[in-house]
């Protein structure tokens, strides 16, 4: 399956949506448009406007992933909401790592655990872990396990359901998911060669992890009121 990064961004946050504001879900076009264009928990930030939107849940419509729900019970207008759970079989827990990966692209479980805390409560990292290694252990995998960023201990995971935006970092080669937590190769699983970043490459990938975290910075000043 490869979403496009409209559908990615649709999807995650519907997910989002669902686990945190149940009250108000399913979605209207316009507050699913703020959801994808919101500056916090998201990586990158995004503008999009509403056709925009409305054509990429369509597609994911197409595919199964989202439903159109019609206007009832005093609601005027049209509403939508994923279908992801029921394609992809995925408890609470592996709805919200896919949806922290589709919003943020790849990620160490730590982080994982962190900011998934508020979509589906606390959990231990080797529980986080367990469930990364099972989404990566199927016969289609959902998650894959990449190497270290430059100046992380962790191995990083990102989603397989299409090319992932924050996919910046160095192009380094993707380990099974029976491999140890640490371990990294410089030839994956099919044989071809992957080469290492060039020194311009990595220095984009940090700016670019500089302005995530200026943003998140930002963000919870806001929060606090500073």
Avoid at 24 to 53: F, G, H, K, M
Avoid at 101 to 108: A, K, N, V
């Amino acid at each position: 399956m490869e979403l496009t990064l409209e559908e990615q961004r649709v999807l995650g946050c519907l997910v989002e949506k669902e686990l945190t504001t149940p009250q108000q879900y399913p979605l209207t076009l316009n507050a699913l448009t703020l959801a994808c264009n919101q500056s916090s928990n998201r990586d990158p930030v995004v503008s999009y406007d509403e056709a925009t939107v409305e054509e990429a849940v369509t597609q994911a419509k197409t595919r199964g992933l989202a439903r159109f729900v019609h206007p009832s019970h005093g609601r005027s207008a049209l509403r939508y909401r994923h279908e992801l759970a029921e394609q992809l079989g995925l408890d609470r827990r592996q709805l919200a790592l896919v949806s922290v990966l589709l919003l943020r692209g790849p990620q160490t479980p730590g982080e994982l655990r962190g900011r998934t805390e508020r979509l589906a409560g606390s959990s231990e990292l080797v529980d986080v872990e367990a469930e990364l290694g099972a989404l990566a252990g199927r016969q289609e995998p959902l998650v894959v396990r990449l190497g270290r960023a430059p100046g992380q201990k962790e191995d990083r995971f990102a989603h397989c359901l299409g090319p992932a935006a924050g996919r910046s970092g160095p192009p380094v080669a993707a380990v099974g998911a029976t491999a140890s937590a640490g371990a990294e190769s410089e030839i994956p699983h099919d044989g071809a060669q992957r080469p290492w970043p060039t020194p311009d490459e990595e220095l984009s990938w940090l700016r670019s992890e500089v302005q995530a975290l200026r943003r998140d910075l930002d963000d919870l000043r806001r929060q606090l009121g500073a």
